[in-house]
């Protein structure tokens, strides 16, 4: 069983900028795919970055030029950089660990002021 356990959500102020990690409890190299998804209440849960095995990464139109999603294996660690906040960023950020399997975390609150 595979734990993910993701730190450094916070308050911030429009502009601001955070760093997001996701920390395995086991090697993260086996997992194709791993990503970062935002949910606000009322709404699904959507895709903010996902990066493949081999450096590929795919990001959400919103937040394109603004966020960096990267991935250590010697660390079993994901990381979100975030930059230029908005408001509209605010919500629960939740890592995810796919193909093998399909693991979550437990989210990290990120409210962003305007």
């Known amino acids: 069983q595979v734990q993910l356990v993701e730190s450094g959500g916070g308050l911030v102020q429009a502009g601001g900028s955070l760093r997001l990690s996701c920390a395995a409890s086991?090697?993260?190299?086996?997992?194709?795919?791993m990503g970062w998804y935002r949910q606000v209440p009322g709404r699904q849960r959507e895709l903010v970055a996902i990066?493949?095995?081999?450096?590929?990464?795919n990001y959400a139109d919103s937040v394109k030029g603004r966020f960096t999603i990267s991935r250590d294996n010697a660390k079993n660690t994901v990381y979100l950089q975030m930059n230029s906040l908005r408001p509209e960023d605010t919500g629960v950020y939740y890592c995810?660990?796919?193909?093998?399997?399909?693991?979550w975390g437990q989210g990290t609150q990120v409210t962003v002021s305007s």
């Open positions: 995810n660990a796919k193909v093998p399997g399909n693991y």
């Open positions: 990066i493949i095995s081999g450096g590929i990464t």
């Open positions: 086991g090697s993260i190299f086996r997992f194709n795919v």
